[in-house]
T-cell receptor, first 112, second 116 residues
């Protein structure tokens, strides 16, 4: 299987709710990173998982959490949604901890 | 604190001419730099990269130049084609102890429009 697949493509949630975004990485890609891209901004690093453990985190609060599974899929969970969480969420995977990241098309989250 | 800056939000060039996209950075620990291209409704696509031990890397129509003393890099596209019209992001990373680079710091992007 080639490419990185993210679901859903679009999502609307209400402030205070919880959301789970999903990512299916390429086979063999044991590193996955999540990024948040707000309107007019570049992607901002949320965290990275390597072999199912978090091994790096950006300046995001603990209500942003993640999981990585043995089948190369992963999740981004956001609790207590705030209006400022509205953004495009990008998943990127690579076969190691180097720079060969492949990005998915993202999930557009709107919090109302 | 914007560690990677792309000061031109947009750039318009004629087909066949050169496109030059610029990027500045402030973190002297950055040792690897990448350019990504992004079309609407798609994720960023890797274009070209350069390590801090080099000052130039070329791949077909795309060349990246790195000036470490000025903390500046640029992407040259020659000749520019209408299909190159997209948002271009500059990104940088700093090697962690243990040899694994993990976090990309992106600029805000430059919208390149190549007119036929």
């Amino acid at each position: 299987e080639t490419g990185v697949t993210q679901s859903p493509t679009h999502l609307i949630k209400t402030r205070g709710q919880q959301v789970t975004l999903r990512c299916s990485s390429q086979s063999g890609h044991n590193t996955v990173s999540w990024y948040q891209q707000a309107l007019g901004q570049g992607p901002q690093f949320i965290f990275q998982y390597y072999r199912e453990e978090e091994n790096g985190r950006g300046n995001f609060p603990p209500r942003f959490s993640g999981l990585q599974f043995p089948n190369y899929s992963s999740e981004l969970n956001v609790n207590a949604l705030e209006l400022d969480d509205s953004a495009l969420y990008l998943c990127a995977s690579s076969p190691g901890q180097g720079h060969g990241y492949t990005f998915g098309s993202g999930t557009r989250l709107t919090v109302v | 604190d914007q560690q990677v800056k792309q000061n031109s939000p947009s750039l318009s060039v004629q087909e066949g001419r050169i496109s030059i996209l610029n990027c500045d950075y402030t973190n002297s620990m950055f040792d690897y730099f990448l350019w990504y291209k992004k079309y609407p409704a798609e994720g960023p696509t890797f274009l070209i990269s350069i390590s801090s031990i080099k000052d130039k890397n070329e791949d077909g129509r795309f060349t990246v130049f790195l000036n470490k003393s000025a903390k500046h890099l640029s992407l040259h596209i020659v000749p520019s084609q209408p299909g190159d019209s997209a948002v271009y992001f500059c990104a940088a990373s700093a090697q962690r102890s243990g040899g694994s680079n993990y976090k990309l710091t992106f600029g805000k992007g430059t919208l390149l429009t190549v007119n036929p």
